[in-house]
């Protein structure tokens, strides 16, 4: 038996078995959805679905999908499954997008959910004898409470610490004997920061694991926070819309996102269109909720972009993994008719200086009405060991790096220094890009 099976046997259940459950899962929750939810009807006889034609789980690419907008568009209530008396939460989506989507809650729904955290907690080998920091936002946005009964649910001791006050977390880290902290990985790298600046020892504390997610974080990064703190960075991935955190989480393999898929079905389509594409290529990643009650979704589309990796894990785990995510459709800027992702900036300043870099993307348009893209970044030491200690030779870094965007992206940069600690930091997501752009709706 695994070391960590635990709770977590339905990680490791023969792939047969898995696709047995997921047929007779769907083909349930499909019904369910199908009789309970008008909106949900009405879908698919505008796409001329016959519900009968639906026998099994290889029939689902005869279903519609369901975006975003559909979410917006029944606000508050409109794709609910099940009466208001069953529904003990909602949360919302944190609408890095615009409107905020509201998500109720079953207390079944809660109930798979806490599994599901508590599972990627086994994964990440975090016990009953563990101190858990929770340094999400605690509210409607999904982290802190989803961690918080995750986290309960696996026996450990859970700090609701929230997001913000550094200087607390890092007191109760060294007072609580904190073992393991969940955050945004933005936000531990400010943690990083302060700790730093106040000569914290990191050797003196008992912290060992990382557990980051909420928004997309690079391997640089997780090098970074494992050398720096002496930790090992783990990544939970979730969504609102599905649950919450803890869709997912990367073993210590570290090679991929294993996705809890006897609750959480995933298919990666093509963005344009719309087929599902062979395992192993990249697309959009589709979810249809096996077990929601409150609000269950049947192909939902979730614009993160990623794949199915093919084959097993050597961790022994069958429930298949997804790529990284390294970004969201909806990241992808166009600026000039050029297509820009922050990855690419991101590998530019990392290739300037290989540690990390605080940065953010403002867009904006010109008085010639033209489309303008700045980096503002802030000068590590490094980066002025490698060109020059003179603050005034400032320019000609800026000069190299927008040079270097130039060659990677293929359209004019305006690149700034800032001083450290210029970029504003966040306590929750990240804010990478701003849209100054006036934008004609
Ligand atoms: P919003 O869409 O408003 O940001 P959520 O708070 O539900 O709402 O965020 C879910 C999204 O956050 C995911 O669809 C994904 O884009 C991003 N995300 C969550 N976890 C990760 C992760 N581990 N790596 C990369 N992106 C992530
Ligand atoms: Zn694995």
């Not at 003196?204 to 909420?214: C, D, H, S, W, Y």
């Not at 939902?300 to 990623?306: G, P």
């Not at 429930?319 to 922050?342: A, C, E, L, T």
């Amino acid at each position: 038996m695994h070391k960590y099976a635990m709770n977590s046997a339905a990680d490791f259940m023969p792939v047969d078995r898995l696709r047995n459950i997921q047929n007779q899962k769907f083909l349930k929750r499909f019904r369910y959805t199908y009789d309970n939810v008008k909106w949900y009807r009405d879908l698919l006889a505008k796409n001329g679905v016959d519900p009968n034609s639906i026998r099994s789980i290889d029939d689902i690419v005869k279903l519609p999908f369901i975006v975003k907008t559909d979410l917006r568009d029944t606000y508050p209530t409109g794709m609910l499954a099940t009466s208001m008396e069953n529904i003990v939460r909602f949360h919302a989506s944190s609408g890095t997008t615009g409107k905020p989507i509201v998500v109720p809650y079953t207390r079944e729904d809660l109930d798979v959910w806490s599994e599901c955290v508590a599972r990627c907690l086994t994964m990440f080998g975090i016990d009953e004898t563990d101190v858990l920091q929770v340094g999400y936002g605690y509210g409607l946005f999904t982290g802190g409470l989803g961690l918080h009964d995750g986290g309960e649910r696996r026996g450990c001791a859970v700090v609701p610490a929230s997001g913000g006050n550094t200087a607390r977390h890092l007191m109760f880290i060294r007072d609580l004997g904190v073992s393991a902290i969940a955050c945004t990985p933005s936000y531990f790298l400010h943690v990083i920061d302060h700790a730093q600046k106040i000569g914290y020892d990191w050797k003196e504390t008992k912290l060992r694991v990382g557990i980051f997610g909420a928004e997309p974080w690079t391997d640089g990064m997780r090098q970074f926070i494992e050398q720096e703190t002496g930790i090992v960075a783990h990544d939970i991935y979730g969504l609102t819309e599905v649950s919450g955190p803890g869709v997912g989480g990367d073993c210590s393999c570290h090679a991929g996102i294993h996705i809890m898929e006897d609750h959480f079905y995933p298919e990666i389509i093509d963005p344009e269109t719309l087929k599902p594409v062979p395992d192993g290529e990249e697309g959009e990643l589709v979810f249809t909720t096996l077990d929601k009650t409150g609000m269950p979704l049947l192909r939902y589309r979730t614009r993160d972009i990623t794949r199915i990796i093919p084959d097993q894990c050597a961790c022994g785990r069958t429930i298949r993994r997804i790529g990284r995510i390294s970004h969201r459709s909806d990241d992808m800027m166009i600026v000039r008719g050029v297509n820009v992702f922050p990855g690419q900036i991101e590998s530019v300043l990392t290739g300037v200086d290989t540690g990390l870099v605080n940065y953010q993307v403002h867009l904006d348009t010109n008085d010639s009405g033209l489309a303008t893209i700045e980096v503002k970044f802030e000068a590590t030491p490094e980066m002025y060991a490698t060109f020059t200690s003179e603050p005034e030779k400032r320019d000609l870094l800026a000069k190299v790096v927008s040079e270097r965007l130039r060659q990677t992206v293929g359209i004019g940069f305006k690149a700034t220094v800032v001083d450290q600690g210029g970029i504003p930091r966040s306590e929750g997501k990240m804010q990478r890009i701003v849209d100054h752009r006036k934008i004609d709706l």
